[in-house]
């Protein structure tokens, strides 16, 4: 059970260990891209690829049919990463051994539904992975196995989530393999991990840029890190911190620093609206009087 890239690994591992995968579920195909034409999730399209058979609810909390269907595949067990749906108590309770979810955190730390970019935006210094045998909180259930791996300072969240990715497919096969025991979270230590929005992307030069580079490696590709610079809103793909001061969203020299309300922000690419990514450099010289220019 999943939909995002993040799942495919997992799949895929089970696949090749030689479990028997009685069905694969993930959320109906949406609209995408430019065209907005209809496209199945990653999920669908690996198990296709295999052969295997999908099915794509758009809700199953309260549809006793799906629970019934579900039930009726008389499983041993279910793995779940990033479904996307909650799955209400009839579903949980229905596999042999329950459902176990591939937490992209090491819990009981950012459970929730952003947890790889809440690590970054947080300045963790490490993160993981947690096997954990669903119960009907959010990501409350018992750990079965952990993994962690560092976070550095120019870690972005595609390269963590790729390497989480692989970690969890890795650990579910070990887990449905050798069947260890699960430990209870602990009470205390447990943060969460909101849904992000796009609204989350907006830069605020007040804050200091070391928060602020955190956000652009946390929050690209989605929702992105953006600004207004004059009447456009510029997207700001990659930055780092560097020494610098002045008025919060100045633009302070021709690399395209801009000051923070501690420290500045060098912008390493950029992009205008309708307009191809851009070195920071090469971005302020296409904007007229750039070394002017505020950003909002």
């Known amino acids: 059970m999943g939909s ?3 799942a495919v690994p997992a799949l895929r591992a089970l696949h090749a260990a030689g479990h028997d ?4 579920y993930c959320q109906p195909p ?9 496209t199945p999730s990653p999920v669908q399209v690996a198990a296709e690829a295999l052969g295997l058979p999908v099915r794509t609810p758009a809700r199953v909390k309260r549809d006793t049919a799906e629970h019934q269907a579900f039930a009726a595949l008389r499983l ?3 793995v779940v990463a990033a479904y996307g749906l909650i799955l209400p108590e009839a579903m949980l309770d229905a596999p042999l051994h329950g459902c176990l979810n591939i937490h992209a955190s090491l ?3 950012w459970r929730g539904a952003a947890p790889i970019q809440a690590a970054i935006l947080a300045g963790d210094h490490a993160t993981g992975i947690t096997i954990m045998r ?3 909180g959010l990501d409350t259930g018992p750990m079965l196995l952990r993994e962690s791996v560092p976070i550095g300072d120019r870690t972005t969240t595609p390269e963590l989530h790729d390497a989480l990715a692989e970690i969890g497919a890795r650990l ?5 393999a050798g069947a260890p025991a699960p430990v209870p979270q602990p009470d205390d ?3 969460y991990a909101a849904k992000l929005a796009k609204a989350d992307g907006r830069i605020d030069w007040s804050l200091d840029a070391a928060s602020l580079d955190r956000r652009v490696r946390a929050l690209n590709p989605w929702p992105g890190t953006f600004a207004t610079l004059g009447t456009e809103t510029i997207k700001v793909l990659a930055a780092r911190p560097v020494t610098g001061a002045g008025p919060p969203g100045r633009v302070l020299d021709t690399d395209c620093t801009v000051a923070c309300g501690q420290g500045a922000l060098r912008i390493e690419r950029a992009q205008r609206p309708g307009r191809p990514p851009l070195e920071g450099a090469a971005f302020l010289r296409g904007v007229p009087d750039g070394l002017n220019q505020i950003f909002q």
């Open 76 to 78: 041993e067990a279910a």
């Open 189 to 191: 230590g447990a943060t």
């Open 172 to 176: 579910i096969v070990r887990a449905l």
């Open 4 to 6: 995002p890239a993040f």
């Open 134 to 136: 669903m119960d009907a």
């Open 30 to 38: 949406r609209p995408s891209g430019r065209g907005h034409a209809v």
């Open 107 to 109: 819990l009981p730390r």
């Open 21 to 24: 995968i009685a069905c694969v």
